[in-house]
């Protein structure tokens, strides 16, 4: 059974930092591309950053590029978001989530079929 926990959700004020992690089991550790998505309320769940199987590739929304990085360690089966520079629109339900295949060229939801229970982040002006 495949399984995916965010932690690391919470509030913080604009200009601040936070970093989510995402522990997953049930399939083979680093055989799946991993993402980051978010939503917030009455708008569609948008990706904000994939990783490829091996971590050597990675895509970024372009809203939050040059703030968060996405990364992950294979032998601890995590998955990071480091959120930097946040703003207020950050604001929103994020969700950790493993791809079909080990690669994903896009930010597309419908590429990704296993999901975390989500983990809040609000982010103050």
């Known amino acids: 059974q495949v399984q995916l926990v965010e932690s690391g959700g919470g509030s913080v004020q604009a200009g601040g930092s936070l970093r989510l992690s995402c522990t997953y089991s049930g399939y083979t550790s680093g055989s799946r591309c991993m993402g980051w998505f978010r939503q917030a309320p009455g708008k569609e769940r948008e990706g904000v950053a994939i990783?490829?199987?091996?971590?050597?590739?990675?895509i970024y929304a372009d809203s939050v590029k040059g703030r968060f990085t996405i990364s992950r360690d294979n032998a601890k089966n995590m998955v990071y978001l480091q959120m930097n520079s946040m703003k207020p629109e950050d604001t929103a339900m994020y969700y950790c989530a493993a791809g079909y295949s080990a690669y994903a060229y896009s930010l597309r939801t419908a590429d990704f079929d296993y999901w975390g229970q989500g983990t809040q982040i609000t982010v103050s002006s």
């Open positions: 990783i490829t199987s091996n971590g050597g590739t990675t």
